[in-house]
């Protein structure tokens, strides 16, 4: 083995060395989310690794949205892999492993599921919240609407309460706001308001304790979208 595939190979094992290290400590509730990491010092005497190392790991450990590095203030347990997700997503179109018609279609798959799951327990409150995001297009400036068709859509699998789904449907949503940007210039008027029509349906559904109605809603939805693709 070469010089610098042995330096890898040793960059690796201290790597997961200090990775399985912050694991045990979050098992043994250490360290939670929000929490602040021993300093590079600290890590570098108790597991024995350079503190260029731990540095190294630490950075690896925040690309990936597992830590959050503060200037000045140390390093804090985050938790937040949706930035991680939104990168492997963006390359996969780029390489033509997936195309938006493939991500427009999961989500479609996802919030037919987030809203049976929202519908049995939905409160006030995450009602308003998505009630709030409803727009019409004719009164709003361009860039809202973008924004506020993201917010509509993650408020409801918000609502479901299950944060596995939040993680999965944040990623895809950022990677497809241009192709919302687009889809939503293509559209004529008319379109857009038929989009909001559809979203409000959607809403409705929730409101109305109507499954059928809001389902029937969504599917259109996505229908529509793949029509103005």
């Not at 450990?61 to 930035?83: A, H, P, R």
């Not at 409801?156 to 919302?180: D, H, Q, R």
Request: proline share 1%.
């Amino acid at each position: 083995m070469s010089t610098s595939a042995q330096g890898d190979c040793m960059e690796n094992k201290e790597y997961f060395k200090v990775i399985e290290y912050i694991k045990e400590q979050m098992k043994n509730g250490t360290i939670q989310i929000g929490g602040k990491l021993e300093t590079e010092r600290k890590l570098s005497e108790k597991l024995g690794i350079s503190r260029p190392s731990i540095r190294e790991a630490l950075r690896s450990m925040e690309n990936i949205g597992l830590i959050e590095s503060k200037q000045g203030s140390g390093n804090y347990l985050l938790g937040d892999f949706s930035k991680n997700l939104t990168e492997s997503f963006s390359l996969m179109l780029l390489m033509k492993q997936v195309d938006y018609v493939d991500i427009t279609e999961v989500r479609r798959a996802i919030e037919l599921e987030a809203y049976k799951i929202a519908m049995r327990s939905i409160s006030d409150q995450q009602l308003k919240d998505i009630k709030s995001c409803l727009v019409n297009p004719l009164n709003e400036r361009f860039e809202n609407e973008i924004l506020f068709d993201r917010s509509f859509h993650f408020a409801i699998v918000k609502a479901t309460g299950n944060g596995f789904m939040m993680n999965i449907v944040e990623p895809l949503a950022s990677v497809c706001e241009e192709l919302i940007e687009k889809t939503l210039k293509k559209a004529t008027i008319d379109e857009r308001e038929q989009l909001a029509q559809l979203h409000m349906q959607i809403y409705l559904g929730l409101e109305e304790k109507n499954l059928e109605k809001g389902l029937s809603a969504i599917n259109a939805h996505y229908d529509l979208i793949n029509q103005l693709q």
